[in-house]
Protein backbone atom coordinates (compact mmCIF):
# COMPACT_ATOMS: atom_id res chain seq x y z
CA UNK A 1 0.00 0.00 0.00
CA UNK A 2 1.40 3.49 -0.94
CA UNK A 3 0.88 6.05 1.44
CA UNK A 4 1.59 9.92 1.57
CA UNK A 5 0.96 12.50 4.85
CA UNK A 6 -0.19 15.87 3.24
CA UNK A 7 0.08 19.41 5.03
CA UNK A 8 -2.73 21.43 5.15
CA UNK A 9 -2.57 24.27 2.72
CA UNK A 10 -3.03 27.21 4.02
CA UNK A 11 -5.46 30.05 2.40
CA UNK A 12 -2.77 31.80 1.54
CA UNK A 13 -1.37 28.66 -0.59
CA UNK A 14 -4.76 28.43 -2.04
CA UNK A 15 -4.87 31.89 -3.51
CA UNK A 16 -1.95 31.46 -5.11
CA UNK A 17 -2.70 28.14 -6.59
CA UNK A 18 -6.03 30.16 -7.58
CA UNK A 19 -4.23 33.04 -9.71
CA UNK A 20 -4.04 33.35 -13.02
CA UNK A 21 -0.57 32.88 -14.66
CA UNK A 22 1.90 35.44 -15.57
CA UNK A 23 2.32 35.28 -18.88
CA UNK A 24 4.60 37.94 -19.45
CA UNK A 25 6.67 36.47 -17.01
CA UNK A 26 6.29 32.50 -17.85
CA UNK A 27 6.79 33.18 -22.03
CA UNK A 28 6.67 34.68 -25.29
CA UNK A 29 3.61 35.51 -27.41
CA UNK A 30 3.67 35.64 -31.15
CA UNK A 31 0.97 36.67 -33.54
CA UNK A 32 0.09 36.86 -37.16
CA UNK A 33 -1.37 40.56 -36.81
CA UNK A 34 -2.05 43.65 -34.08
CA UNK A 35 -3.63 46.99 -34.51
CA UNK A 36 -1.65 49.16 -32.67
CA UNK A 37 -4.18 50.25 -30.68
CA UNK A 38 -4.90 46.95 -29.19
CA UNK A 39 -2.04 45.27 -28.17
CA UNK A 40 -1.91 42.20 -27.21
CA UNK A 41 -0.67 42.68 -23.90
CA UNK A 42 -4.79 44.34 -23.28
CA UNK A 43 -5.85 40.28 -23.29
CA UNK A 44 -3.19 38.64 -21.98
CA UNK A 45 -2.16 40.65 -18.89
CA UNK A 46 -4.64 41.85 -15.94
CA UNK A 47 -6.24 44.95 -17.51
CA UNK A 48 -9.25 47.00 -18.13
CA UNK A 49 -8.18 47.92 -21.58
CA UNK A 50 -10.25 46.40 -24.43
CA UNK A 51 -8.27 43.53 -25.40
CA UNK A 52 -6.51 42.23 -28.71
CA UNK A 53 -7.56 42.69 -31.87
CA UNK A 54 -6.16 42.35 -35.40
CA UNK A 55 -4.70 44.85 -37.86
CA UNK A 56 -5.71 42.54 -40.55
CA UNK A 57 -8.47 40.93 -41.88
CA UNK A 58 -9.39 36.97 -41.99
CA UNK A 59 -7.91 34.38 -39.86
CA UNK A 60 -5.58 35.03 -37.29
CA UNK A 61 -3.34 32.79 -34.97
CA UNK A 62 -1.60 33.57 -31.84
CA UNK A 63 0.96 31.29 -29.89
CA UNK A 64 2.13 31.28 -26.52
CA UNK A 65 5.54 29.60 -25.85
CA UNK A 66 6.35 29.12 -22.55
CA UNK A 67 10.30 29.42 -21.28
CA UNK A 68 9.27 25.98 -19.38
CA UNK A 69 6.95 23.32 -19.86
CA UNK A 70 3.41 24.26 -17.80
CA UNK A 71 0.67 22.08 -16.16
CA UNK A 72 -2.70 24.05 -17.38
CA UNK A 73 -5.49 23.35 -15.37
CA UNK A 74 -7.78 26.06 -16.50
CA UNK A 75 -8.20 28.24 -19.06
CA UNK A 76 -10.86 31.67 -19.42
CA UNK A 77 -11.00 33.11 -23.05
CA UNK A 78 -13.52 35.98 -23.40
CA UNK A 79 -14.62 37.34 -26.78
CA UNK A 80 -16.34 41.20 -27.25
CA UNK A 81 -17.99 41.79 -31.18
CA UNK A 82 -20.35 44.36 -31.86
CA UNK A 83 -21.06 42.63 -35.48
CA UNK A 84 -23.31 40.41 -36.74
CA UNK A 85 -21.04 37.32 -37.08
CA UNK A 86 -20.22 33.79 -36.45
CA UNK A 87 -17.24 33.26 -35.31
CA UNK A 88 -15.08 30.10 -34.50
CA UNK A 89 -11.50 29.41 -32.68
CA UNK A 90 -9.48 26.27 -32.20
CA UNK A 91 -7.33 25.76 -29.22
CA UNK A 92 -4.36 23.73 -28.79
CA UNK A 93 -1.70 22.80 -26.51
CA UNK A 94 1.54 21.27 -27.97
CA UNK A 95 4.67 19.25 -25.11
CA UNK A 96 7.05 19.31 -27.74
CA UNK A 97 7.93 22.59 -28.69
CA UNK A 98 5.10 23.35 -31.14
CA UNK A 99 6.31 20.51 -33.58
CA UNK A 100 3.01 18.98 -33.37
CA UNK A 101 -0.59 20.25 -31.21
CA UNK A 102 -3.43 18.34 -29.79
CA UNK A 103 -6.92 20.14 -30.27
CA UNK A 104 -8.17 20.94 -26.40
CA UNK A 105 -11.25 22.60 -28.41
CA UNK A 106 -12.80 24.11 -31.31
CA UNK A 107 -16.03 25.99 -30.83
CA UNK A 108 -18.32 28.30 -33.14
CA UNK A 109 -20.27 31.31 -32.05
CA UNK A 110 -23.03 33.38 -33.38
CA UNK A 111 -23.13 36.96 -32.23
CA UNK A 112 -25.74 39.50 -32.99
CA UNK A 113 -27.11 42.58 -31.56
CA UNK A 114 -28.33 41.11 -28.70
CA UNK A 115 -25.62 38.40 -27.95
CA UNK A 116 -22.15 40.39 -27.75
CA UNK A 117 -19.95 38.83 -25.45
CA UNK A 118 -19.05 34.68 -24.44
CA UNK A 119 -17.36 33.61 -21.87
CA UNK A 120 -15.38 30.20 -22.36
CA UNK A 121 -14.05 28.20 -19.55
CA UNK A 122 -12.37 25.15 -20.28
CA UNK A 123 -10.43 22.54 -17.77
CA UNK A 124 -8.25 20.58 -20.05
CA UNK A 125 -5.68 19.27 -16.88
CA UNK A 126 -2.52 19.53 -19.05
CA UNK A 127 0.97 19.08 -17.97
CA UNK A 128 4.15 19.47 -19.55
CA UNK A 129 2.48 21.97 -21.82
CA UNK A 130 5.11 23.84 -23.96
CA UNK A 131 2.79 25.72 -25.72
CA UNK A 132 -0.53 27.41 -26.37
CA UNK A 133 -2.10 27.88 -29.86
CA UNK A 134 -5.10 30.03 -30.70
CA UNK A 135 -6.90 30.63 -34.22
CA UNK A 136 -9.42 32.16 -34.65
CA UNK A 137 -11.96 32.66 -37.73
CA UNK A 138 -13.76 35.81 -37.29
CA UNK A 139 -16.37 35.27 -39.69
CA UNK A 140 -16.55 31.43 -41.29
CA UNK A 141 -18.49 33.19 -44.29
CA UNK A 142 -15.23 35.36 -44.94
CA UNK A 143 -15.45 38.87 -45.33
CA UNK A 144 -13.10 41.28 -44.05
CA UNK A 145 -13.90 41.01 -40.21
CA UNK A 146 -10.85 41.39 -37.90
CA UNK A 147 -10.16 38.57 -35.42
CA UNK A 148 -11.00 39.98 -31.63
CA UNK A 149 -9.80 39.00 -28.17
CA UNK A 150 -11.07 40.47 -25.06
CA UNK A 151 -9.48 38.15 -22.46
CA UNK A 152 -7.24 34.88 -22.11
CA UNK A 153 -6.51 33.45 -19.11
CA UNK A 154 -4.45 30.51 -17.83
CA UNK A 155 -3.63 29.07 -14.50
Not at 104 to 123: C, G, K, L, M, P
Request: hydrophobic fraction near 40%; glycine fraction near 8%; avoid cysteine.
Amino acid sequence: MRKEIVTQVSEAGDAAESAWMDLAAHGRVRLTSEDSSHPIEGALLDSSGPGWRAAAAGPQTLWIDFDVPQMIREIHLRFEIAEQRTQEFVLLASSDGGRSYREIVRQQFNFSRETTTQDEHYFPHLSGVTDLKLVIVPNISGGDARASLRTLRVR
